[in-house]
């Protein structure tokens, strides 16, 4: 019929397969034949059903995302569900590997769903500022129920085959070759015959929705949207599936929609979505991994601890070192205690807690890590101790291991220099909880070799991160823009603004949380050690260190933690103290508003940005977004700060640091050449290379 879309006989089933890789998305080359075939099938005699199945690693995996933003090509996905459901006779969704989206809510189109025992099925257009736009939202309830459908839609994550079948969604789940199952199931359902009612006639999932219930779900998920318009839209869609019409409620989701698919915030999360899987790709695709069965840790504190748990996450072995027996048992016992409250919350099983746990080999002697094919210190943040650790690791490791430092800051040159190996030496920047947070910085030191940088990219993605390579520089991308971003903190403070307020402007902005109730989270001493270090001072901050305050820890830091409590509260005393610097500075208090906040703190940010682009430390401008969107929380609906600084004006990010440059004098405004050209041209892309 056609490369994409093919059709087989099996007596009386016919099995439609579509064969688009790498993920099955629904293409305009896809929907046409697809469309074709079901009209062709619907009226031939001689077919009693149907199967809908998929070539290669999965089902139908969404509409074709790169689709988005242009003129729909018909028949688009809501056309060929609305055929779907005119055909009499039973048809069948065969699901392996993932069902997401569009791909979902083809199969929703058909009366019945049968999936392959590891199959997973969602509706994650969430996370591309989107609703399901092909019915899911009028859909999904009617087999699943108006809560569980608000969940899964909201969130966007998927769920297991077991777990569709026991909401209602899957009607069998079957281990072996799912093809020859979904046929058998095809041609049972069709001997006993129908009628056979589509979704859009069914109800057993809606019932008698309590309405009161779900507003009240929903109103606690809207809290968490921080902003995003598309997890509201979603809610609302949701609800009108249960009080409209199908017909009416399937044109108020089309009309959601479009409104989101239009809008910044999808633009924003769409661009992420390739952004991420862009940073993974580095050239010399053809570059031989090197092989990786073991991996060693070095330091077992909170840092080590999770990033040898993010490798044995991932299935793989870990020896991990300390100096001493006491410090080891007690970094084993914490690894212990983070997964068994996995455990506890439900979201690792004990058996797989036993396998991860078993996965752990401690020692306190280096000889022991020669076996391993990478290697990750993670000690002390100073040169010498690093340096001390690579001359140790440099005499026992087997020749081609990877060697890598989990620095934040330091100089990987240098490090990498202190071997007699510095091709195999590189950084992985771990955030952390390592074991949680998903961004790793990979840092490519002059010498390090392409193979190295490629295994560890590849690594990084099989255990889940999404790895950004960039350069040696102090801070690397992303702490090097967090200095950026908070020069001008202790200066809104002293010219009148308080750490509410400012932290008010980032969170309306969209943040988790502002740079002070960020820096009492990681702790103040950090900063203070580094700006010590550095021969810097911040006149607050240090202050408080000096006091002992060093936020969450120690119940005060720039805000007051009453008993434990890590809700910040104002801190009279440190308002006390911002206002005697002032004075004694003879700086007079002014109001300060949000618009002056973010020009001072995120217009800085923006052009640190251009300055990497421009010293080639990052190679894509959709890289430091991805950076700042998955290590520091910079919201997703503004697509990290360059793609903000798209939608924000370059020009008058531009205009606006000239200004405060002229007024302050100060470095940090000093607009960088790249700048000013992206303000003329409107690329980074251009401007960079
Ligand atoms: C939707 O369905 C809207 C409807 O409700 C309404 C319609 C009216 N389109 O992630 P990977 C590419 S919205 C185009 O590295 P994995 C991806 O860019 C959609 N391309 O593999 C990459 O390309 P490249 C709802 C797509 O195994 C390659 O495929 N669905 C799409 O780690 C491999 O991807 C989603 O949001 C797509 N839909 O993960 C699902 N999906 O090789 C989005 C992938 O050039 N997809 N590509 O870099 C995923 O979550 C993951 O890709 C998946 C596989 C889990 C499927």
Redesign the pocket.
């Known amino acids: 019929m056609s490369n994409f879309v093919s059709v087989t006989r099996d007596g009386g089933v016919a099995v439609v397969s579509i064969d688009n890789p790498?993920?099955n998305?629904?293409?305009f080359h896809v929907r046409e034949p697809l469309m074709q075939a079901l009209v062709a099938l619907r009226d031939e005699p001689s077919v009693d059903a149907i199967v809908i199945a998929c070539a290669g690693?999965?089902f139908v995996?969404?509409?074709?995302?790169?689709?988005?933003g242009k003129p729909?090509q018909q028949p688009?996905?809501?056309a060929i569900i609305a055929v779907l459901e005119t055909i009499a006779k039973p048809t069948v969704a065969a699901i392996h590997?993932?069902a997401?989206?569009?791909?979902l809510?083809l199969a929703l189109g058909c009366h019945f769903r049968v999936a392959d025992a590891g199959a997973?099925l969602g509706?994650?257009?969430v996370?591309?500022g989107?609703?399901?736009?092909?019915g899911?939202t009028v859909r999904l309830p009617r087999l699943v129920g108006a809560v569980k459908a608000l969940r899964m839609i909201v969130s966007?994550s998927p769920i297991g085959a077991d777990e569709a079948h026991a909401a209602g969604l899957v009607d069998a789940v079957f281990e072996g070759d799912l093809i020859t199952h979904a046929v058998n199931f095809a041609r049972e359902i069709a001997r006993k015959g129908g009628p056979f009612t589509p979704v859009r006639d069914r109800n057993d999932g809606l019932g008698e929705t309590d309405l009161v219930g779900f507003d009240a779900e929903a109103a606690e998920l809207a809290k968490k949207a921080r902003g995003l318009e598309a997890p509201i839209a979603c809610a609302q869609a949701v609800r009108n599936a249960i009080t409209l019409p199908f017909d009416e409620a399937l044109a108020a989701e089309r009309a959601l929609?479009l409104k989101l698919v239009g809008g910044d915030q999808s633009r924003a999360q769409r661009y992420l979505?390739?952004a991420?899987?862009?940073a993974?790709?580095i050239p010399g695709k053809d570059i031989a991994r090197r092989k990786i069965a073991r991996i060693g840790v070095i330091g077992a504190g909170t840092m080590g601890g999770g990033i040898a748990m993010a490798f044995a996450n991932g299935g793989y072995p870990v020896t991990l070192l300390e100096t001493s027996g006491e410090a080891l048992e007690r970094g084993l016992a914490t690894i212990d205690k983070n997964y068994a409250v996995s455990v506890a919350r439900g979201s690792l099983s004990e058996e797989a807690k036993r396998q991860r746990l078993g996965l752990f080999k401690g020692t306190t002697d280096y000889g022991d890590l020669a076996d391993c094919d990478l290697i990750v210190e993670a000690v002390f943040e100073e040169m010498a101790v690093k340096k001390d650790v690579f001359g140790r690791l440099d005499a026992v490791a087997r020749p081609g291991a990877i060697l890598a430092t989990n620095t934040s800051y330091l100089d990987v040159n240098e490090i990498a220099a202190s071997t007699s190996r510095p091709q195999d030496v590189l950084g992985l920047h771990f955030f952390s909880p390592a074991n949680v947070m998903k961004l790793l910085e990979i840092v490519r030191a002059e010498k390090t070799a392409p193979d190295a940088l490629a295994t560890v990219v590849e690594l990084a993605?099989r255990i889940g991160k999404v790895p950004v390579v960039v350069g040696v520089c102090h801070g690397f991308v992303g702490n090097r823009m967090l200095a950026a971003r908070g020069a001008e903190s202790e200066a809104l403070l002293l010219e009148g603004a308080t750490p509410s307020q400012i932290d008010r402007a980032f969170i309306d902005f969209g943040w988790p949380m502002g740079p002070f109730q960020m820096g009492d989270l990681a702790g103040l001493d950090i900063g203070w050690r580094n700006r010590k270090a550095r021969g810097q001072t911040a006149v607050i901050a240090d202050t408080l260190c000096e006091q002992g305050h060093f936020g969450q820890k120690t119940g005060s830091g720039f805000y007051l933690y009453e008993n434990g409590s890590r809700i910040p509260v104002a801190n009279p005393s440190v308002e006390a103290l911002i206002r005697a610097k002032a004075a004694e500075k003879g700086i007079a208090p002014r109001t300060i508003g949000a618009d002056e906040i973010i020009e001072r703190t995120l217009y800085p940010l923006v052009n640190e940005g251009a300055k990497i682009l421009e010293e080639k430390i990052a190679a894509r401008a959709s890289d430091i977004d991805v950076v700042w969107v998955n290590g520091y929380g910079f919201p997703v609906g503004k697509g990290g700060p360059m793609f903000w600084a798209g939608l924000e004006g370059v020009d008058k990010i531009v205009a606006r640091l000239d200004h405060w440059h002229e007024r302050t004098g100060k470095d940090i405004f000093r607009v960088t050449p790249l700048l000013r050209q992206m303000a003329v041209s409107g690329s980074w892309e251009g401007v960079a290379s």
Request: a neutral charge; zero cysteines.
């Open positions: 790498p993920v998305a629904l293409s690693r999965t995996a969404g509409a074709d995302i790169t689709e988005f729909v688009d996905l809501r590997g993932t997401l989206g569009g791909g809510e997973r509706l994650p257009e996370k591309l989107l609703l399901p736009g092909g899911g966007g929609f979505f390739f991420e899987r862009e993974a790709k993605r």
